[in-house]
């Protein structure tokens, strides 16, 4: 069965970094796109950031974290990261990782919390 664990959310304050890790038991992990997303109380899930499976260069990201967030991937680890910089109160949400929005998403993970304080 596909898991997808997110984890190294955590309370922050603004203008700090953080960087949440998603690590995958898919074995076809290193051929994807993969995405991170957020949601935040009362708000849809949306898309953050996205990279490809082979050029790491290739990223795409909300404007809403461009400039401040990295996206980055190892696949022999499985493993995605999100180096999250600068951030602000509203960058508060709980963020989950999967396929990008034009693929079938696998099952959602609990997902990480990240909380900014101003």
């Known amino acids: 069965q596909v898991q997808l664990v997110e984890s190294g959310g955590g309370l922050v304050q603004a203008g700090g970094s953080l960087t949440l890790s998603c690590r995958a038991t898919?074995?076809?992990?290193?051929?994807?796109?993969v995405a991170w997303y957020r949601q935040a109380p009362g708000k849809q899930r949306e898309l953050v950031a996205r990279i490809t499976p082979r050029d790491v260069n290739n990223t795409h990201y909300a404007d809403s974290v461009q400039g401040r967030f990295a996206i980055s991937r190892d696949n022999l680890r499985k493993t995605m990261y999100l180096h999250m910089s600068s951030v602000e109160p509203a960058d508060t949400a709980v963020y989950y990782c999967?396929?990008?929005?034009?693929?079938?998403?696998?099952?959602w993970g609990q997902g990480t919390q990240v909380t900014v304080s101003s």
């Open positions: 898919l074995e076809t992990f290193t051929f994807n796109n």
């Open positions: 999967n396929n990008p929005p034009s693929l079938t998403p696998y099952p």
